[in-house]
C-alpha cells in the first residue's frame, strides 16, 4: 500500500499498530504524512469537525492498519459513558427506596384549648379519667411553657388521659408514639409518671425502642401479648425531653395509647405535642439491585458495540 494513504469507511484489515504515522485532518478530507520518532507513535489533529466517521490508518510498508476515532466520535462516546452512569446511579438508588412513605395518623399540641384553665375533664383527641390542667404562656405558676402544655395532676388530680381512637397498622409496620415530657417545673420532687398502650389482639411485636426519657428502659418486658406500661419518676425540676417508644409490628391490629400520673399534690409531668407515625417498614422495589445493575450495563455496552462497528 502506498505510503500515507488512508482507508476509510468499513475497509478491513488485520495488521499491527504503526510506528511512523501522523494523520491529519482539514475541513474537507483525511491525509496522511510520514513521521519519524513521533512519540507517541501516531497522534491526530482535529481541524473539523463535520465527518464523524472512523478512519483507518496504514503504515508505509502496507503491514500495519489500526482503527482510530475523532473528537466527535470521542465525544459521542463519552456520551453514552454518562448515559450507563446515570442509569446505573437511578437502578441503585432504586434497590434501597421504599414502598410507601411514613405517615402521621395522630396530633395534639393543645393550642384550641384556653389556657391556664384548671380541672379540665375533656381533651380533644383523648377521654380524661380524673383531672388534668391545662398552663398557658404566660402563666402565674413559673412553668417556662412556649404554649400550651397538660399538667397531669389536675386541680385537684391526678388524670389520666387515654387516645379517643385506636389506629390500624399492618404486619411489618413501624408504629412511633411521641411527646414532649417535662416534670412540674414547681419543686424538685418526683412525680411517676406512666404510659400505657393497648393492641387489638394479642401479638408479638419487635425491634421496640425507647428515646429520651425512655432510652434507658428496656420495654420488651412491658410489652405484653396485648396491652401494657411502662412508669418511671420523673424530677420535677427534669427539663422538657422530646421522647418517644417505637416497634414494628408482626401482624395487622390497631394501637391506642395512654399517659397518666399517680401524683396527687396537684403539681404532676407536663407534657405536650403528642403524635403518632405509622411508616411502613423499607422494601427493594422488584426488579432492582445486582440483576438490574446487570442487565442494564449489559444493554448499554451491546449498544455501543453496535454504534462503533455500524456501516
Request: hydrophobic share 40%; charged share 10%.
Amino acid at each position: 500500500m502506498p505510503a500515507g494513504r488512508v482507508l476509510s469507511g468499513k475497509q478491513e484489515a488485520v495488521h499491527q499498530r504503526p510506528e511512523g504515522l501522523k494523520a491529519e485532518l482539514t475541513r474537507n478530507s483525511y491525509t496522511a504524512q510520514s513521521v519519524e520518532n513521533l512519540n507517541p507513535p501516531c497522534s491526530m489533529k482535529l481541524q473539523s469537525q463535520q465527518k464523524l466517521t472512523p478512519v483507518l490508518t496504514s503504515t508505509s510498508n502496507g503491514d500495519d492498519s489500526y482503527l482510530e476515532f475523532n473528537k466527535a466520535s470521542a465525544a459521542l462516546f463519552w456520551g453514552d459513558f454518562m448515559k450507563i452512569r446515570i442509569i446505573v446511579g437511578l437502578i441503585a438508588g432504586l434497590a434501597f427506596s421504599s414502598t410507601a412513605s411514613a405517615t402521621q395518623v395522630f396530633f395534639q399540641d393543645f393550642e384550641s384549648l384556653t389556657p391556664n384553665a384548671l380541672s379540665v375533664t375533656t381533651l380533644p383527641g383523648f377521654s380524661v379519667t380524673g383531672q388534668v390542667d391545662v398552663v398557658g404562656n404566660p402563666n402565674t405558676y413559673n412553668i417556662a411553657a412556649l404554649s400550651n402544655i397538660v399538667d397531669l395532676d389536675g386541680s385537684p388530680g391526678p388524670g389520666t388521659i387515654t387516645s379517643s381512637t385506636s389506629f390500624a397498622f399492618n404486619a411489618g409496620d413501624r408504629v412511633t408514639l411521641s411527646f414532649l415530657l417535662g416534670g412540674a417545673q414547681r419543686n424538685s420532687v418526683s412525680d411517676n409518671f406512666t404510659l400505657g398502650w393497648l393492641l387489638s389482639s394479642a401479638m408479638t411485636v419487635t425491634n421496640i425502642v425507647g428515646t429520651g426519657y425512655f432510652d434507658y428502659l428496656n420495654l420488651a418486658s412491658a410489652f405484653a401479648p396485648a396491652s401494657g406500661s411502662q412508669s418511671i419518676n420523673l424530677a420535677g425540676d427534669a427539663g422538657f425531653l422530646l421522647s418517644s417508644v417505637s416497634f414494628t409490628a408482626t401482624a395487622a391490629g390497631s394501637f391506642g395509647f395512654s399517659f397518666g400520673s399517680t401524683s396527687a399534690d396537684n403539681v404532676g409531668p407536663l407534657i405536650d405535642n403528642i403524635g403518632l407515625d405509622i411508616s411502613p417498614v423499607p422494601g427493594p422495589v422488584m426488579g432492582a439491585g445486582l440483576p438490574g445493575l446487570v442487565i442494564a450495563l449489559g444493554a448499554l455496552v451491546a449498544l455501543r458495540r453496535r454504534r462503533m462497528f455500524a456501516a
